[in-house]
Each structure stands twice: as structure tokens, then as C-alpha cells.
């Protein structure tokens, strides 16, 4: 069983930075591939950042590469979303998720991250 929670959402003007957060409670936590994903009103939810066990593998939507960081730190239990440049169009909840079984299973309850022009 894993437990999450985001944080760290909020308004910023287009051009800033938000740094997300995902604290997972759970034994295995350090073995699940996580993710982080975000649905905007009206849209199906997306895909945008993953990262391996070890941090050792990043993966990023086209739509972000360049201007978010997805990182773990195993030993707080947390994986972090690092988001820079901010667009009016990454407005939207952003929602972390862990793999397992080869399929995003546990998803937290989402952070709203609101960019405005």
C-alpha cells in the first residue's frame, strides 16, 4: 500500500517557478517508478514527468522537456517536480502517481497549479 500527498501548488504569473512535492508513505516506495501527471478543466488527464527507483531515468511530455525537473529523495520518502518557466497552459491539478506492475495504480489527491498571462 502507498499513500500519497502533494503539495506545493499554487498561483504564479506566467515566466515563474513552482516547486511540487509528493510525500509517499509505504514500504515500497523506493522501488515504484513515479510519476506525475495533470488533468486542466475540460481535458483528459496527462502525462508529464516520470522518474526510475533510483533517479538514474527521467522521462518528460514534449510540452515540459526543458522546463520541469522531475527528482526523488528516497530517504524523505518524496518525489519533486520542478517547474520553471511557467505558461498559462500548464495551468491545471497536478497529481502524482507510483507504477506498480507496470501500471500507474496509487494516485494522490492533486495540487492546483494555476499560471496566470
Known amino acids: 500500500q502507498v499513500q500519497l500527498v502533494e503539495s506545493g501548488g499554487g498561483l504564479v504569473q506566467a515566466g515563474g517557478s513552482l516547486r511540487l512535492s509528493c510525500a509517499a508513505s509505504?514500504?515500497?516506495?523506493?522501488?515504484?517508478?513515479m510519476g506525475w501527471f495533470r488533468q486542466a478543466p475540460g481535458k483528459e488527464r496527462e502525462f508529464v514527468a516520470a522518474?526510475?527507483?533510483?533517479?538514474?531515468?527521467?522521462s518528460y511530455a514534449d510540452s515540459v522537456k526543458g522546463r520541469f525537473t522531475v527528482s526523488r529523495d528516497n530517504a524523505k520518502n518524496t518525489v519533486y517536480l520542478q517547474m520553471n518557466s511557467l505558461k498559462p497552459e500548464d495551468t491545471a491539478v497536478y497529481y502524482c502517481?507510483?507504477?506498480?506492475?507496470?501500471?500507474?495504480?496509487?494516485w494522490g489527491q492533486g495540487t492546483q497549479v494555476t499560471v496566470s498571462s
Open positions: 509505504g514500504r515500497t516506495f523506493s522501488t515504484n517508478v
Open positions: 502517481s507510483a507504477k506498480v506492475a507496470g501500471s500507474y495504480y496509487y
Open positions: 522518474i526510475n527507483w533510483s533517479g538514474s531515468s527521467t
